[in-house]
Every structure is written in structure tokens, then in C-alpha cells.
């Protein structure tokens, strides 16, 4: 196999999982959002319909403005608030993850081209 593959299937997968651990957290933020608009109906329009996605949005920035003010503390609902505060914390590690993980790759990709 050639360098320039190499260096191609490396970023492609880093690509590609990167994607898929996105969505996944994603998808357990649409969950929240879910219960919490069938706990807490008025709550959520209150909020504006909060929901996290991969695009910007206005329900996209509601979200994120729920999780950086954490709002959810004020529900009264402790499960539902641990469950913010989870997503919080994850997002927050997958982002990390991800910086940390690009610079892998592009140390690799910088190696492996010289």
C-alpha cells in the first residue's frame, strides 16, 4: 500500500469515527429532549423546544444554551437534571477527545509524508 493511502484511510477513519461518536451523543440528546418535553411539556416550550443536532439551528443554540446555563438544574426532576449533567460532561469529552485525536493524526499524517 502506497503512503498516500495510508495517509487517506487514516483520515477517513478518523473521520468516520468521529461522525458516528457525534451522532451517538446526538442521539442521546434527542433522548433527553424527549423526555423532557413529555415531563415537562411547558418547560420545554418555555425553553424554546431545545434540540441537539449537527447543524446549526435556533432549537440547536436553545440546546446549547440550556446545557452552558444549566437551566435543566432548575427542572426539579433529578434524574432528568443528572441526565443533563451527563451530556454535559460527555459533550465535553468528545470534544476533547477529538482535538486531542486530529492532532494524533496530523502528527501521523506530517510523519508518514516526509
Known sequence: METEQVLGLIVLGWLIASVLLAARLIR???QLTATLARRHPETWEALGRPQPGFLY???RS???????SR???NLDDPELSAGFEAYRKAEA????????SLAVVAVLVFAISR
Request: net charge positive; hydrophobic share 50%; no cysteine.
Open 28 to 30: 442521546k440528546g434527542r
Open 71 to 73: 437551566e435543566y438544574e
Open 57 to 59: 439551528s435556533a432549537r
Open 62 to 68: 436553545k440546546f446549547t444554551r440550556l446545557l452552558l
Open 93 to 100: 469529552r468528545l470534544l476533547l477527545i477529538l482535538l486531542a
